[in-house]
């Protein structure tokens, strides 16, 4: 079993930036591509930005593509979401998530890849 933990969010004016970060514990070499995913009350999940296994390959939405940066840090078992320019919005609750096999990069966006979820951090952009 994988666990994995975000952290990093908060209240951020619009226009301001934060840094999720996502630690996983547990089963690590067993993961593969780590995604994270935003979910805002009323909404359905939505994808937001995902990186594979080697760091190489990267997907965005168009909603954050040129604002958000996904990078990993294996020696430390870490996702990180870089967000900058928040929008209201991009309030939402932000969860990670990891594959337990290796995923096509035209697969990244979807939820059903991916084998292990986190609690979620909350994200709240004021205007």
């Known amino acids: 079993q994988v666990q994995l933990v975000e952290s990093g969010g908060g209240l951020v004016q619009a226009g301001g930036s934060l840094r999720l970060s996502c630690k996983a514990s547990g089963r690590t070499y067993s993961t593969y591509a780590m995604g994270w995913f935003r979910q805002a009350p009323g909404k359905e999940r939505e994808f937001v930005a995902a990186?594979?296994?080697?760091?190489?390959?990267?997907m965005y939405a168009d909603s954050v593509k040129g604002r958000f940066t996904i990078s990993r840090d294996d020696a430390q078992n870490t996702v990180y979401l870089h967000m900058n320019s928040l929008e209201p919005e991009d309030t939402a609750v932000y969860l990670c998530?990891?594959?337990?096999?290796?995923?096509?990069?035209?697969?990244?966006?979807?939820?059903?890849?991916?084998?292990?979820w986190g609690q979620g951090t909350q994200v709240t952009v004021s205007s």
């Open positions: 998530a990891a594959s337990s096999a290796p995923i096509h990069t035209d697969q990244l966006s979807e939820p059903t890849v991916y084998t292990y």
């Open positions: 990186v594979t296994w080697s760091g190489y390959g990267t």
